[in-house]
């Protein structure tokens, strides 16, 4: 192994290192108002509607996939497509979670601003509990990071990861409290791996 090829080598190691430190911080720091998103999502009547712009977005199409695929009906709603009609995807009854790391995203605003005035509550997950976002929701979630895993310490890395298992957390903790089993979940996936397992094994049985 070349200098060079260690080098990369330890940046790589270095990187996983730096999000499982981000990890293990955001685990030792969750606390009532997390059971307090999981019990509104549980009390909602209606769709759970994620946002989020670039790669917050990118996250949150990924957190309303898994929530829709483990008995939690979410869809992602673009912010800026949300300033041009589709506000009205948001109906009575909807919970609306906002994912921004800096919790100032102008693109946001609009939605925030008609959740409010409609009265659907608002679970923000950002970096700053002073921020904007943090002050107009109803529940804060969390996510600051003391350094992005990048060598720049710019891009979005560690604090996508934090938003990615924040998510997943919320995820998991629905599934226990609905009594999610894995036959639900192959009744929602009949295209997929799991429903053949599942099938075999029964046919076996």
Same mark, same amino acid.
Not at 164 to 178: F, P, V
């Given at each position: ?21 981000? =990890? ?83 693109? =946001? ?78 009744? =929602? ?10 099938? =075999? ?5």
């Amino acid at each position: 192994m070349t200098p060079q090829q260690k080098e990369l080598l330890e940046i790589g190691r270095k990187s996983l290192r730096n999000e499982i430190s981000t =990890l293990e911080r955001i685990e030792s720091t969750l606390d009532t108002s997390f059971i307090q998103a999981v019990e509104m999502i549980l009390e909602c009547r209606g769709k759970i509607i994620l946002t989020g712009m670039g790669k917050s977005g990118h996250i949150a199409r990924k957190i309303a996939a898994t929530l829709t695929s483990t008995g939690t009906p979410a869809l992602f709603l673009h912010p800026a497509e949300a300033s041009h009609g589709d506000l009205g995807i948001i109906a009575a009854g909807d919970v609306v979670v906002v994912l921004s790391y800096s919790g100032e995203t102008n693109e =946001l605003r609009d939605v925030v601003t008609y959740a409010t005035k409609n009265n659907n509550p608002i679970i923000a997950i950002t970096g700053s509990a002073t921020s904007s976002l943090a002050k107009h929701a109803n529940i804060h979630l969390d996510i600051m990071v003391t350094q992005e895993d990048c060598v720049l310490n710019i891009v979005p890395t560690s604090s996508t990861t934090a938003q990615l298992a924040l998510g997943d957390a919320l995820a998991s903790s629905l599934m226990y409290a609905r009594s999610f089993r894995a036959e639900d979940f192959a009744h =929602l996936h009949p295209g997929g791996y799991i429903e053949r397992r599942m099938s =075999l094994k029964e046919n076996n049985e």
